[in-house]
């Protein structure tokens, strides 16, 4: 029977971010948004000879989006209350969560391996199928993985977001960023 090995996520020394994009005639111009998820927790777990019944789990606390940019303080204050309150609604939605409910794992060279992880992502109170590809380097205390994936905020029933009297709207698609330090446990 193969020994199972547990990876903890590391989110300081980690990287996840949420990219978000202008529409319309003012997208030229427009702020894109993007924001560093600050405070999430998670974990990996695969056979360790053969990477078999691989699984991946991670929790964001919603308030913990950090606006990367350079903007003035207005903005940034009414970028974030719309981001809160009218978009992710943290007051009622605290956290957002994945799990995964299937990673095929393949070998591209020595340490580095390409995953598709499939799952279920819980968002705004809804629950939806998401996809992904990522790299991993697996190490002997430690994994990084990497990739990037889109999100459609409507099928999470969430509202589009418009700024400064809906003069700004933005896409439905945002664009999720991630680069996982985890470390070996036990």
């Not at 560093?36 to 929790?59: C, I, P």
């Not at 969430?158 to 470390?183: N, V, Y």
């Amino acid at each position: 029977m193969e020994k199972q090995v547990r990876y903890t996520f590391d989110p300081k020394a980690s990287q996840l971010t949420v990219h978000a994009f202008a529409s319309g005639l003012v997208s030229v111009v427009a702020h894109n948004p993007k924001f560093a998820v600050q405070e999430f927790s998670g974990e990996a777990k695969f056979d360790s000879d053969t990477l078999a019944n691989a699984s991946v789990r991670m929790s964001i606390k919603a308030n913990s989006l950090n606006l990367q940019d350079e903007v003035s303080e207005y903005d940034r204050r009414e970028i974030q209350r719309v981001t809160f309150d009218e978009v992710l609604e943290v007051k009622m939605f605290p956290a957002i969560a994945f799990e995964s409910t299937s990673v095929a794992v393949s070998k591209v060279s020595e340490n580095l391996y390409k995953a598709k992880v499939s799952g279920i992502l819980s968002l705004h109170g809804q629950r939806g199928e998401q996809t992904f590809n990522a790299q991993a380097v697996i190490g002997e205390d430690s994994l990084r993985g990497y990739g990037d994936f889109t999100v459609r905020q409507s099928a999470f029933g969430i509202r589009i977001a418009s700024i400064a009297g809906g003069t700004l709207k933005m896409k439905d698609e945002l664009k999720i960023a991630f680069f996982i330090i985890a470390r070996k446990e036990g």
